[in-house]
Every structure is written in C-alpha cells, then in structure tokens.
C-alpha cells in the first residue's frame, strides 16, 4: 500500500489506499510499523492535493496513524505542519477534515522536539480558539487541552500563550468542576511560567492563588489518615515519553561512558595546565573517574579530595623517591574504595593518615586538600514529599515573590486553603508554613492581613484549633506542632505592627479608615500589640467602641466569635470560685420559730391564693423599710391584724419572712439553706430562688439580695444559662448580678465557641443593648 501512494495517480485507489491504513492504524503495532517502512511521508505529501476527497482521506489517515506519535512519526510530518495547520484554520473546509487536521496536530505536540516549530506555525493561536470553542463539550476539548499545556513546556510557545490570552483561558478551565480530572496537568502546566514574571502578575490578578488554595483544602480533606501517604513523586495521570519533555534544554547524551570519558579528559588538562602533572604519562591509566570501579562514596567532597590527591600522590613520586611508596598506597586507596582511602572520620578528632604528614605542600590546594573539613560532618536535607499538592505549593511560593504580592495572596480563600492543609493534611509540606511565614514577614502584606481579617483566623485556626465559619470542630492532626507556628506567625505580626510603620499604618486604619477596615484593625488589636505595650493602651478605646456598638445588633456567628476572643483576651482572666456545697448541718437554728413561740404573731400576711404566714410586727417593720410604711405608718394596714400581700407566692414569702425575722443562710436557717436551686433546663425567672430573689429587691432587702446573688452566682451561673440570668436581672434592676454575668463571661477559662454563642445569645436577648455595651466596656478596662 505504502508503494501504491508513492506511484499510483488513480485519485480513488489512493483514497482506498488511505483508508486501508487508517483502519490499520487503530492498532498500535501496526502504526508503529506502518511509521517505520516510511507509510506517513506519502500520506503527508497528498495533503496538498488538489482533490478535496483524498484531501479528507489522507489528513484523516495521518491523524489515526500519528496517535501515540513518536520521533519517526514527527520526522515524517514534520514537512505537513504548515498544511495541516491551513486546514486545522480554514473556514471553508469541511468539519471533519478540521477535526483531524487539529487532532494531528494535537498529537503532534507530545514531541517536544516539534514543538517549537508547531509554535512557529501557529499552532498555539488554534488550540486556543478551537479551546475556547469546545469548552462546552468536555469530550471534545480534552485533547485540545492536553496540547495546550504541552506547549507550555517551551519558552517561545509560552510568551504566545500568554499573548492570546492562553493563560486567562486556563484559569478558566480550572474554575471549571467539569474539567476537574485535568486540573493537577493544567497547574503543572502553570508551573512553567514560574520564573515569568509578567505571567505571575497576571495569573495572580486572575484568581490564581485562591483556586490553588482551594486545591490544597480539597486534597487535605480526602486525604487518609496518618501513614497513607506514600513518599512518592508526582505521578502524572498517563505516562508520557521522555521525548514530551521541554526542547528548551538539550537531551542528555545516549552513551554515558562518553560523558566521563569526556569529564577525565578535561580533568587531566586541567592538572597539566596547572602544573600538577608534567606530561600524560604522569598519571597512572588505572586512574579512572569511573565510580563503579572506585567503589562506593561516603560523600562527594570525599570523592573529589580523593581523586585530586591520588593525581597528587602520582606527581609527587616522579620527583621524590622516598614518597613513591605513599603515592601507590594512595593510588591502592582510591582504587578500593573510600573507606581504605586516607579520609577524615565524621566522629574522630584527628585524620586517619594525612597526606601533609608526609608529602611537601606542593601548592595551597595540596594543603587545602590535606586538612580537615571545618565544617564537621554535612547533614543531607530532609526529603521533602512531592505529593500532588507539590505544583500548586510552587506556585504560590512564586507569587509570594512578586513586588506586590498581598492582594492575591493576603485574602481569606488563600489563607483558609493553607490553614486548612497544614492542619488537616497528614503529611503537610513544609513549604506551606514557610509560605505563611515569608507572608507575615512582609511589611508589604500588614495591611491585607489586618483589612481582611486573617489574623483572627491565624490564631482560631493554629493557637484554638477552632474553625469560626464553620460549626463542626475541624479535626487538627497536627496540634503541637500548628500551636508553635501560630506562635511564630502572630510574633512576626507584632513585630511589624510595632515598628514605626506599622504603628502608623495601624493607627491610620483604626482612626481614618473605612468602617470595615477600623473593625477589622479593631479585633485584632490585642493580638498584634502586646500587654505592656503603649500603642495598645492608646488605641484600646476606640477600639473598644468599634467592636461593641456593631455586636448589639449583628448577626454575623464569625463576627461574634473573634469579638468574644478579642474582648477575653483585653482582660486578665482569672480562675473563678468554684460552687460551693452546702455545710453539712450540725445543729440548725430557725430565728422564726424562736420568735414566734416567745413572743407570738400579730399580724398575719395572706398571699393570693388563701395562705396565711404569721408574723412578728416589731420584728417585720425593723428590718424592712416596706414593712414599716405599710403597717407603722397611716396606712389602712397598720391596724389590720390580716395583711393581704398581692403577687407574691409562698416559695418566696416565707424565705422572705425568714430573713426578717432574723434568719440568714450563716444561721443555718432550714428554709433559707433548703432554697432549691434550679435545675439545667429550668429558668430562673421561673424558681423558688428567682421568685424570692425578686421579692427581695421589691421589698428593698439588699441584703437578702446580696446573699441570693451570691447562690446564683456560685451554683447556677455558666454560659448556657448566662444569657437568662442577665435578662432576670435586668428586669428586676439587680446591677451587681449583671456586671457579674459579664465578668464570668469574658475572664472565665471558657471554651472559644461556647463563649461566642453565649454573647450572641446574651446580645439578642438584652433589653437595654446600650447598657449592656457600657458595662461590657467597664469590664474591659476594669472600672468599678
């Protein structure tokens, strides 16, 4: 068939001739023996035949057979670029010979050797139309795709990508989710314009950084757990020939035993021209560089010292006889192997046999050479894991380094991908944390982290191990270890916060700045500046103001969460008393009782619902000031044996009696010590001790108040019911138990997010907000 084409001019035998070898060409075998008997030059030669059906069948036929393409293949298209690409370009040409003309050259770009000539051709300006095209028809622009990130392996091709408007394109195709089994080629695709620095600039501006974060976060969640990570490199999703590589960079020589035949011979003119060796015949010719006839190395500087002193030792013995001896043990040496060679012991303080001890220093180097290595023992680096995270980390690292780096990098979606995989990953990189580390080291980026929030974030996410967007508590697999870098990040932070310039830029969006920007600055006052720092003591009042005026009416979780945060760590916190118990009950004294059978009743108190409580009239009208109105002075009561007492229930009258006749709680009254505390789920509105606590301060007792306060403090008050018992005692004006409400609350060792919804809570159901943000304020700055 392939000397039919080559001699036949029947235009319908051809095209049968063409057909035969495109259905020849669907097994890998026979195209790989159709290419080598030279079946594609005739096939590529009718492409600029004048009929349009054996056009259409020879360019179908060249695209069956240059799948897989190999070097013959690309040798013998090669000449049929520019006519492919006439018709991959061509308007009036039929669909399907559009269609294969750009699948043949799509294949063709697996060869980085035809790369750049593709370029040339215009190749790259047709991916991208034909991309921009089939976006819609994943199947179709798959291969379209691969092609264009093949083509980013070269320079040149790479400055036209980024021209066309290849790389906003690309950008695209990674937002798409339908395109997601081809994001980890794109990304390593994008890894080629590391060191382009206007391609930096514009994948950064692009939203670059931010879908590579997203990558991270996506690839730390599925990760498995702590050992399921292999330590592998990168494996790409087909394999690819070594003839794919970029063709910027010459291929490495077939025969390696000509490289180092190359390499002796130029370290033998080396020594001549120095003046190491006389002649050639110098050096012995059973001296090689060969490493698998010296034997094994302990390390490369070893390996050279070795080398040169042997070369050494052969220059000496031709001039000194009584040295000739050492030169052919030295030579015995390097011949065996490194460790019969005269070396220096990493653990051993002085050098096995030193060739100085015998030899004269021919030279500085000779001496060089004979003394010890000063800087002990080279430790390698630790190999780092290249997991499939390993090109988008790259890449970051370089945006990193551009001039202005903040606005791509200093934003929430960035910083919550990183966050996300150096605590969820199980075998983070470190280039994540140095990535975090070079951020908050940059003046440049203060601003970004203050005006978006991040370092509220940096401390809940790496110092709580708290995630404020969301619910569910993120599992940190890293703890210790996320702590120290969070204590390393938030210092860096407050090392540039309180340099001169950063003071300025701190105090100028805190006072000038946007209302978004003072929050933001405003919440993370106290984690920028330190205690007994004075920009802190100056900015903490406006700061105060700036958080607490917005929490009494937002709604934002997140918002509360740092609010809470910012607000406990601006006070000391201090280890609250725990609950008291009871004592137990010895013996037990009821003053009432004593009274009562002393002295008797003379007035009788009747409640709502029918019962009668007696009582003392001196005892009741000395100790409250109520009492003494109503039944000493001109009132109807004051010559009434039975008083009528309205909305008040016994649970609560009869402690209240109890007091005023002179039991108290340290008297070990029965009914003042037996007062049931309210259960978790009930309100304290709603109990025995809120009913009484009530009485209390409606009958102007403040003692029995004070003495109520103290059991709700100590027995009931946490933060779940924090929130109802600050609305109790706004209702019934008791001013000491809300300012303890807000002490518990902000100097209590609580639980970050317990915190956060119990002030959310507290803020909603608050009935005077403006008085609740003033008393909030003196706590902060501890005013009486």
């Not at 035949?261 to 006389?278: F, K, M, N, P």
């Not at 405003?522 to 007994?532: E, G, M, Q, S, T």
């Not at 000493?632 to 005023?660: D, K, M, N, T, W």
Request: charged content about 20%; aromatic content about 4%.
């Amino acid at each position: 068939m392939i000397h039919v084409l080559q001699s036949s001019q029947d235009a319908d035998c051809l095209q049968s001739c063409l057909r035969a070898l495109r259905i020849l060409g669907s097994s890998h075998s026979h195209r790989l023996s159709i290419c080598h008997q030279g079946g594609l030059t005739p096939c590529a030669s009718l492409l600029s035949s004048a009929e349009p059906g054996l056009v259409c069948a020879a360019v179908r036929a060249v695209c069956e057979l240059s799948r897989g393409c190999s070097l013959d293949c690309a040798e013998q298209l090669s000449p049929a670029v520019p006519n492919l690409v006439l018709l991959a370009g061509g308007e009036e040409v039929k669909a399907a010979v559009r269609q294969a003309a750009l699948g043949t050259l799509c294949n063709l770009c697996s060869q980085g050797a035809l790369r750049p000539m593709l370029g040339n051709a215009g190749t790259v300006q047709l991916l991208i139309q034909e991309a921009r095209v089939q976006r819609s028809a994943p199947t179709r622009c798959l291969p379209v795709l691969k092609a264009l990130c093949l083509c980013c392996r070269e320079a040149l091709n790479r400055r036209r990508l980024r021209e066309l408007g290849g790389l906003e394109l690309m950008l695209d195709f990674l937002r798409d989710h339908q395109y997601r089994s081809v994001h980890s080629r794109i990304i390593a695709a994008l890894l080629h314009f590391c060191h382009d620095t206007a391609a930096l600039t514009l994948l950064g501006s692009g939203g670059l950084a931010a879908l590579l974060a997203q990558r991270l976060e996506e690839l730390a969640r599925t990760a498995g757990a702590v050992g399921d990570v292999p330590e592998t490199r990168i494996i790409a999703e087909e394999e690819e020939d070594k003839a794919s590589t970029s063709f910027d960079f010459p291929p490495e020589p077939r025969n390696k035993k000509l490289c180092e035949v190359a390499s002796e011979d130029r370290l033998r003119s080396w020594l001549l021209s120095e003046g190491y060796i006389c002649s050639l015949e110098d050096l012995s010719p059973e001296w090689p560089l060969d490493p698998e006839r010296r034997g094994p190395l302990v390390s490369e500087e070893s390996d050279v010292s070795g080398t040169v002193s042997s070369a050494l030792a052969h220059q000496s013995s031709s001039t000194n006889s009584a040295s000739s001896r050492l030169g052919k043990e030295i030579q015995l040496n390097s011949l065996s192997g490194a460790e019969q060679r005269p070396t220096f012991s990493p653990t051993s303080s002085k050098p096995d046999m030193p060739i100085t001890s015998t030899l004269t220093c021919q030279s500085p180097l000779q001496e060089i050479l004979g003394s010890r290595w000063p800087l002990g023992p080279r430790s390698p680096l630790p190999a780092e894991v290249l997991g499939p995270e390993f090109p988008g980390l790259l890449l970051l690292s370089r945006l990193s380094q551009l001039s202005d780096s903040s606005p791509s990098l200093v934003c929430p979606q960035v910083l919550k991908g990183l966050l996300t995989y150096v605590t969820c990953h199980p075998r983070p990189s470190p280039r994540a944390a140095r990535l975090l580390q070079d951020l908050t080291c940059d003046p440049s980026c203060l601003e970004a982290f203050i005006r978006t929030g991040t370092i509220c974030t940096l401390r809940a996410r790496l110092l709580l191990c708290e995630s404020p967007e969301n619910d569910s508590e993120e599992y940190n697999r890293h703890a210790e270890t996320t702590k120290e870098l969070g204590h390393v990040l938030l210092r860096n932070l407050c090392i540039q916060a309180e340099s001169p310039f950063g003071v300025g830029a701190v105090t100028h969006m805190l006072v000038s700045g946007p209302q978004a920007d003072r929050r933001q600055c405003a919440l993370c006052l106290p984690f920028i500046y330190r205690k007994d720092s004075p920009h802190r003591r100056l900015l903490l009042d406006g700061a105060l103001r700036l958080i607490l005026e917005p929490l009494m009416f937002c709604m934002d979780p997140v918002f509360f969460f740092h609010a809470s945060e910012c607000l406990s760590a601006l006070v000391s916190l201090q280890n609250l008393p725990a609950p008291c118990l009871p004592p137990e009950l010895v013996t037990t004294r009821c003053c009432y009782q004593d009274l009562l059978s002393k002295r008797g009743s003379d007035v009788v108190f009747v409640l709502d619902g029918g019962e009668r409580i007696e009582g003392n009239r001196k005892e009741v009208t000395g100790a409250c000031e109520v009492f003494r109105a109503m039944l000493g002075g001109s009132y109807v009561e004051s010559q009434q044996r039975e008083v009528y007492v309205q909305e008040v229930p016994p649970c609560a009258f009869i402690p209240l009696l109890h007091y005023l006749h002179g039991c108290t709680e340290r008297a070990l009254c029965p009914t003042l010590q037996e007062l049931p505390v309210p259960t978790p789920g009930q309100d304290l509105a709603h109990s025995p001790l809120g009913f009484t606590l009530a009485a209390a301060g409606r009958f102007l007792l403040p003692g029995l108040q004070q003495e109520l306060e103290k059991s709700v403090r100590e027995s009931l008050l946490s933060l779940d019911t924090l929130p109802s018992v600050y609305c109790f005692a706004e209702t019934h004006e008791s001013a000491a138990l809300r300012r303890d409400c807000c002490v518990y609350l902000l100097r209590g060792p609580h639980p970050p997010r317990k915190r956060a919804s119990s002030l959310f809570q507290l803020c909603q159901r608050a009935q005077d907000k403006h008085h609740l943000a003033l008393l909030l304020e003196d706590v902060v700055l501890q005013r009486n």
